[in-house]
């Protein structure tokens, strides 16, 4: 599978995500919006967006890894931030570069959209991600 990324000249050149991205495969591959959630549905990082990030984009990583995917095959993905503000957006994006294992969350083309609420009262974040594989 290929994802080609396309920053036109046109545009602003974003940091951390891609205005574009093209892809090649044929598998679509749709995850669910991820929180910050353990197995056994306890919230992690109460209150702290950068953790919060951490743990839904682990979870991303481990819902594409059941497909037989990697976060290298994500081509866009939506992320909801409760609350969201300049500081709020500048925690979410220290914690999608440090989220596998302190190394950052591939680039792709990505939304980032502030809400006013999400299903648990103490969920700050959520992601969702289409990838795309070859078999």
């Known amino acids: 599978m290929s994802n080609t990324p396309i920053n036109p000249d046109t545009l602003f050149k974003p940091m951390g995500f891609h205005q574009v991205v093209t892809s090649t495969g044929n598998t679509?591959?749709?995850?669910?919006?991820?929180?910050?959630?353990?197995?056994?549905?306890?919230?992690?990082?109460?209150?702290?967006?950068?953790?919060?990030?951490?743990?839904?984009?682990?979870?991303?990583?481990?819902?594409?890894?059941?497909?037989?995917?990697?976060?290298?095959?994500?081509?866009?993905?939506?992320?909801?931030?409760k609350g969201l503000n300049p500081d709020v957006s500048a925690q979410v994006g220290q914690g999608m570069m440090t989220a596998l294992d302190g190394k950052p969350f591939p680039i792709h083309a990505t939304s980032l959209i502030g809400i006013d609420a999400l299903v648990h009262p103490q969920m700050l974040v959520e992601i969702s991600a289409v990838a795309i594989i070859k078999e």
């Open 28 to 81: 679509t591959i749709h995850v669910a919006g991820q929180g910050a959630f353990d197995t056994q549905m306890k919230l992690q990082g109460k209150g702290d967006y950068k953790v919060q990030t951490q743990k839904a984009l682990q979870n991303l990583s481990l819902a594409l890894e059941a497909a037989g995917a990697t976060p290298q095959d994500i081509v866009s993905s939506h992320v909801f931030v």
